[in-house]
Nanobody, 129 residues
Framework: QVQLVESGGGLVQAGGSLRLSCAASGRTFSSYGFSTYHMGWFRQAPVKERELVATINWKDSRTYYADSVKGRFTISRDIAKQMVYLHMNSLKPEDTAVYYC?????????????????WGQGTQVTVSS
């Protein structure tokens, strides 16, 4: 069984910051090792499709960012704690969405959303203008 649990969402004014956390647990991560999982953050705003925000590579921790968040968001991970983080700075109203954590074993930044194996339930981020 695998569980990804996001936290850290909330309401923030434009220009503010939030840090999202994703805690990974379960037999699969224990058996294969959290370090073998490519981790991503996605977001979905009302009436919009789910979009990739950032990923961190399982092998070399190389990061990828969507153009819309580049320079403002930072993804990181703590393998020992089985945690992934998304530091969000200079938030804009258009960043408002439900943010999801996802995992794909031996994945890479080219994966589409439906190629990720595991998903969290999401955490709401609302940025007011």
């Amino acid at each position: 069984q695998v569980q990804l649990v996001e936290s850290g969402g909330g309401l923030v004014q434009a220009g503010g910051s939030l840090r999202l956390s994703c805690a990974a647990s379960g037999r699969t991560f224990s058996s294969y090792g959290f370090s073998t999982y490519h981790m991503g953050w996605f977001r979905q705003a009302p009436v919009k499709e789910r979009e990739l925000v950032a990923t961190i590579n399982w092998k070399d921790s190389r990061t990828y960012y969507a153009d819309s968040v580049k320079g403002r968001f930072t993804i990181s991970r703590d393998i020992a704690k089985q945690m992934v983080y998304l530091h969000m700075n200079s938030l804009k109203p258009e960043d408002t969405a439900v943010y999801y954590c996802a995992a794909a074993r031996y994945g890479n930044a080219r994966l589409s959303a439906n190629e990720y194996e595991y998903w969290g339930q999401g955490t709401q981020v609302t940025v007011s203008s």
